[in-house]
């Protein structure tokens, strides 16, 4: 018979993740995510956004060498639900997601960055789901780059639950991006890409 979720109809984590990578063979536009158990679709992301994340790229890549601020990978998150996430960025060490799939196990990532889009569940999934998942497997960093509000918000200190610290700086401001990442974010280029 199965246990009580699999009887519930709740998507194991290898099914999700058979049922993703036939999406994305289907329609390469379609980007599916698992948060609390429930099936998401992931935006495509535009120009801005993706100049957004080039930007954040050189400065991740100035302030350490060995650093790579990985675009494209799926992050495994949730502990209790097997959840998983396609940040837009993942910054972790030069190599570290090496024969791991399209998936990968969350450790040793330092950062983990969304940029939002203008679509209708933003504010359900970057700013309420993307931060408990990521905490829960302990990234130590969560950067939001929300082009809605025109504002960075950084996250950090997770307990396993939520994110401890929070800061939140309009755009123009600069931001210290704890360790490990432990640079000063200085935002004032994001104010050529509102939006």
Known sequence: MGSAEERAGVLRQDEFEDLARHAAQTNKALR????NGKLGVKPVPDGDHETIIEWLSRLCIQARTDWWLATGIGLRVEKYRGGNA???????????????GEWAESEGVFMA???????????????VEKPAAYAAVDIPVYLLIDRQKGEVRVHSEPDGVRY?????????????????????????DLKNWIG
Do not use: I
Request: hydrophobic content about 35%.
């Open 164 to 188: 401890q610290q929070v800061v939140t700086v309009p755009y123009g401001k600069s931001v210290l991006l704890p360790d490990p990442v432990g640079f000063e974010l200085d935002t004032e």
């Open 86 to 100: 396609r940040p837009d960025g993942v910054l972790a060490p030069s190599g570290a997601f090496a024969g791991q």
């Open 32 to 35: 599916l995510e698992h948060l």
């Open 113 to 127: 960055v969304e940029v939002t889009s203008f679509d209708s569940d933003t504010n359900r999934r970057d700013r």
